[in-house]
């Protein structure tokens, strides 16, 4: 049972440039969450999917910020014209459908300059 | 105020000593509650998950709720210089999204 799996593991882009996430879920997990974690805080919520359908986004995500799961497995963030602000490691997790426990990948660092 | 407090610490306890790490949180319609271990650079890992009031054991980890309170503990008997990390407490209403406390970090030296 091979676990959550992230790529990039870092990304150093420079202010204003567009960067993509992906993340690929536990094969069997219908549901997959973005998270977002700075330093010394602990992940904060971005959006989840259930199969294919995007149930819930935070307000958090803004309008730079756009996630897709085109045929419900793998994941896609997009962050366009990065900010310096949106450094953080970003953090994807994977459940079953009728399960509340959620299993993390390693997460993306980003370092925008 | 923060749906979920926790002290961020650090923590440091010698070889072999009980440590206790709490969280306390101020929406009644949180039911379920989990803890995770999160080692530097690295995704959180999770060690337990409950959701009802009472004490949950697995090895040298407890994990205890009091519903009334709007208080968790996790408690780690005999802990290890492997044990040191950052344990990350989370609770959800429901099936979704994960809010999380700040996180406890942890040192247990030889």
């Known amino acids: 049972d091979t676990g959550v799996s992230q790529d990039p593991r870092h990304k150093i882009t420079k202010r204003g440039q567009n960067v993509t996430f992906r993340c690929d879920p536990i094969s069997e997990h219908n549901r997959l969450y973005w998270y977002r974690q700075t330093l010394g805080q602990g992940p904060e919520f971005l959006t989840y999917f259930q199969n294919e359908a995007q149930l819930e986004k935070s307000r958090l995500l803004s309008d730079r910020f756009s996630a897709e799961r085109p045929k419900g497995s793998f994941s896609t963030l997009e962050i366009q014209r990065t900010e310096q602000g949106d450094s953080a490691m970003y953090l994807c997790a994977s459940s079953l459908v009728d399960r509340r426990e959620q299993f993390f990948g390693p997460g993306t660092r980003l370092t925008v300059l | 105020q923060k749906e979920v407090e926790q002290d961020p610490g650090p923590l440091s306890v010698p070889e072999g000593a009980i440590v206790s790490l709490n969280c306390t949180y101020s929406n009644s319609a949180f039911q379920y509650f989990m803890w995770y271990r999160q080692y530097s650079r690295k995704g959180p890992e999770l060690l337990m998950y409950?959701?009802?009031?009472g004490n949950k054991e697995d090895g040298r980890f407890t994990a205890q709720v009091d519903k009334s309170s709007k208080y968790i503990s996790l408690f780690i008997r005999d802990s290890q210089p492997s044990d040191s990390a950052t344990y990350l407490c989370a609770i959800t209403t429901s099936y979704g999204k994960l809010t999380f406390g700040q996180g406890t970090i942890l040192t247990v030296h030889p």
């Open positions: 409950t959701y009802s009031s």
